[in-house]
């Protein structure tokens, strides 16, 4: 069985070669045709190959045969006819090594391919059937192309297509569209050109045009090709970008069907049917399409240019920084591929975790907003599903949340019980063109698999008022309604309802209240009770987003005080502000709803990230991870009741090893130091600081670049110094040594670290401060445990090495769009 045959064009490209001494055009004799190429490309990489053509009986025929033969490609069904020469192409080429062709094909060779020149049965017992649109130009062979597709279809074959679209070849743009319109009704896999696909959907827009393809047509995978950029796909659920390679072009011959081969070769590979592969899958094949495709621009000769796996893989190491992905979180949750900002919709539900988040699917930068959605056991073994919520008529689909409605009080459900998003629609104002943003719902009767749009949407809309968004709905049992918590620029809203459908405002809060250092966003509010006293408080979380005048960019704070039902009251004096974290990189963070009373947690995660840079850390296949999930409790320290947050117990799983050094003194001169080779470890690490001199833990590479975890005694401050940690320099603001105040009993310090390829979390004396920062190191090799200048007890060092925890991608289970 061959693993692929090509059936089409197999031609002579005469591509420039200088000029002569009268400056007359010189042109090389090189062997080409798109389905050649393809198949040429694949029988490089070692798979088995025959390709269906005919050529002239002439030596540039003959010269074709040989030279398919010497690649290793079946060329028993290339047969030759003298009823035409063999096609030949000239290539002209520009400044940037663009093409433009002009074809001497009136008629030529390979348009006189029959049906009765092909095997059938070997095409109904190969894996893959390749075609373009270039022989369904002409009869006969637009219906022995046509045969051979649909017995190949018959026959449960993969069918490739490739509109390679020429269009001096056609009689009019109609009919080349009505042939490639038959060649995509059949496909299973499209590569397909940017300038083809607005040919076809009269559409610059990638993402609308593919979508309008795969809905009209039905494709399983459709590929759009970027050139340097690299490309673009959409894979049932899946979709998004694949950065290309950037290379000194000599000749983009070629180029393209050394992609699809590369591509096809990864397909035949991969134990997954398509409808099964993953986005990491996905985002392999196509890197390593990119690449075949670029190293074949830096060359001349198209079929003769073709890659082998050797050269590719060369290549590949040669330009790693494409390739790896040095700082994807080994067991923060991240997206799979492109960009993801604040958690949303945190529910329990029938014995899943739910996270869904803000996300755009076609990027790794801020834009267009997608509810992505996760499922976890555990709350550290996530499982990504498809998107859950698309933008619709009413805009884009901003912050919300997620409830169980146990007693259908929406009637959605008849007389059972399901899920209902509440969220943030967001888009402008038809007589304005000025921001608007309104409420809506969504609802799912099958534990989140798929959501239908409320049909009443949007259910609250404030004309009047901007910024008004980011909806946190919890049942109030006291006063037997729904509350909604929702922000408005600089003040919390609060409405309830008893239906989730129809809500009333009963009162605001925030005038003159804590910081107001930005816009106030992503509300969140619950009772804890505080420590074992019997008593209990609400809490008031209130997330503040960047401002251009405040170099610690976004960041959240809370509030504690007193609720009703209708009305929040702060326990603390109006000027007094409270930061939930005191790092760089934890915003957003809001609790899962409907965990059970007998688990009785109040769980929160966080967005690990900054408005002051999100948009530039340096990542290039997603952007955006979030924070461990964090168990919240209330305390009283020193006169007031806070807030402490320590990692859910469930992290205890990631430890692979772990060992323990207790009372060593530590001096300027004898520091602790550990070698370590891995990147993921937790530190639990008291120190006796009675001798008031400051203490640092560094995380060192041998790059001379260090991550310094530090507590000054004299002043009561623990920071964290990141200005020397690995890559710095994509934001001005990302650079520095910051910290929080922190007052310690009986000179005993105990912090708790967890460092991940991209982050570091500190807990400090049972989570009463916590700092969070994102870190881009170079590899870490030591860990040092050293003194400013007297000395100190190291009482106790737990280090455990961690596990990287792999998030698998769910098959698709539809979503409503």
């Known amino acids: 069985m061959l693993d692929v045959i090509a059936i089409g064009e197999l031609l002579v490209d005469f591509t420039p070669a200088g000029h002569t001494a009268e400056h007359h055009q010189l042109f090389e004799c090189n ?146 569209k009505q042939q490639i319109w038959w060649g995509m009704n059949h496909a299973s896999v499209l590569k397909i050109s940017e300038e083809e696909l607005c040919f076809i959907c009269n559409t610059t827009d990638i993402e609308k045009g593919s979508l309008e393809l795969q809905r009209q047509f039905n494709i399983p995978l459709i590929v759009v090709t970027l050139a340097e950029k690299g490309c673009y796909y959409r894979l049932s659920h899946l979709e998004g970008y694949v950065k290309g390679f950037q290379v000194d072009t000599i000749d983009t011959t ?31 094949m196509l890197t390593f399409a990119n690449a075949g495709g670029a190293l074949v621009t830096t060359r001349k000769g198209a079929l003769e240019a073709m890659p082998t796996i050797d050269e590719i893989e060369q290549f590949m190491k040669l330009n790693q920084q494409h390739t790896t992905d040095v700082f994807r979180p080994g067991f923060h949750f991240a997206p799979a591929a492109n960009w993801a900002n604040d958690p949303n919709g945190l529910v329990y539900y029938e014995g899943m975790y739910h996270l869904f988040y803000q996300y755009h699917p076609y990027s790794t930068k801020w834009g267009p907003m997608h509810w992505g959605h996760a499922v976890s056991e555990d709350l550290i073994q996530w499982q990504h599903m498809p998107v859950a919520l698309f933008p619709d008529e009413h ?18 459900f008849e007389d059972t019980h399901g899920l209902i998003a509440i969220f943030t629609h967001a888009d402008t104002h038809p007589d304005t063109d000025q921001p608007r943003q309104r409420q809506s719902l969504a609802y799912s009767s099958d534990q989140g698999h798929t959501w239908h749009k409320y049909a009443g949407n949007p259910v609250i809309t404030e004309k009047d008022l901007i910024d008004f968004r980011d909806p946190k709905v919890f049942w109030h049992s006291q006063s037997a309604h729904w509350i909604m918590v929702i922000v408005a620029g600089d003040h919390a809203r609060f409405y309830t309802s008893k239906n989730l459908l129809e809500w009333s405002l009963t009162s ?57 039902g209708h009305t929040f009251s702060n326990d603390n004096p109006k000027d007094h502000v409270m930061w939930l974290d005191y790092g760089r990189d934890n915003y957003a963070g809001v609790t899962w709803s409907d965990i059970p009373e007998q688990d009785g947690r109040r769980v929160i995660i966080g967005w690990m990230s900054n408005w002051k840079y999100a948009n530039d850390t340096p990542t290039d ?61 937790e530190i639990e690490v008291e120190l006796d600081v009675r001798s008031q001199d400051e203490v640092h833990i560094r995380l060192q590479s041998l790059q001379q670049s260090e991550v310094i975890v530090g507590y000054d005694p004299v002043q009561q401050w623990l920071f964290i110094d990141r200005s020397r940690s690995g890559i710095t320099d994509f934001h001005p603001s990302f650079a520095v040594k910051h910290g929080a105040p922190l007052a310690i009993k009986e000179g005993r310090l105990h912090l708790h670290i967890w460092v991940d390829r991209n982050s570091i979390e500190v807990y400090a004396n049972q989570g009463i401060v916590a700092i969070t920062d994102q870190i881009f190191p170079d590899p870490l090799e030591s860990i040092e445990i050293s003194t400013k200048s007297g000395q100190t007890t190291l009482t106790s060092l737990q280090l455990h090495t961690l596990k990287s925890v792999a998030m698998q991608d769910a098959i698709a289970w539809g979503a409503d769009a």
């Open 31 to 176: 062997p080409g045709g798109a389905p050649a190429n393809v198949v040429t490309a694949l029988s490089r990489l070692g798979a088995s190959t025959a390709l269906i053509s005919k050529v002239g009986g002439d030596p540039f025929g003959s010269l074709l045969h040989q030279r398919l033969l010497n690649a290793g490609v079946d060329v028993s069904e290339v047969s030759f006819t003298d009823e035409a020469s063999t096609t030949l192409a000239f290539v002209h080429l520009d400044d940037q090594g663009d093409r433009s062709f002009s074809f001497f094909r009136k008629p030529g060779a390979d348009t006189f391919l029959k049906s009765e020149d092909i095997s059938l049965e070997r095409i109904q017992h190969c894996k893959v059937l390749h075609f373009g649109s270039v022989s369904l130009s002409h009869e006969p062979a637009r219906s022995a192309t046509q045969t051979a597709v649909m017995q190949a279809k018959e026959a449960g074959v993969l069918l490739s297509f490739d509109p390679n679209l020429r269009m001096s070849l056609w009689e009019s743009e109609e009919e080349a």
């Open 621 to 681: 296949l997603w952007r955006g991870a979030m924070t461990l999930p964090r168990v919240l409790s209330l305390t009283s320290n020193n006169g007031h009741t806070i807030l402490k947050q320590m990692p859910v117990q469930e992290v205890q799983q990631l430890r692979e090893e772990s060992r323990h050094w207790e009372n060593i003194l530590i001096t300027p001169a004898t520091p602790f130091v550990e070698h370590t080779r891995n990147d993921l470890i």
């Open 254 to 284: 070629g180029a393209g069907d050394a992609f699809l081969g590369c591509l096809l070769y990864h397909i035949l590979k991969s134990d997954s049917a398509l409808e099964h592969v993953t986005t990491q899958q996905m985002i392999s």
């Open 395 to 412: 805009g884009a689909i901003f912050s919300g949340c997620c409830v169980v409605d146990w007693n259908n009080s929406s009637g959605l």
């Open 508 to 564: 605001t809060f925030g005038e003159g209240q804590g910081s107001h250092d930005g816009v106030w966003e992503c509300p969140d509010l619950f009772e804890l009770p505080i420590d074992d006293t019997g008593y209990s408080k609400w809490v008031l979380i209130i997330s503040i987003g960047d401002h251009p005048e405040y170099p610690e960019g976004s960041r959240t704070q809370y509030f504690v005080g007193d609720f009703d």
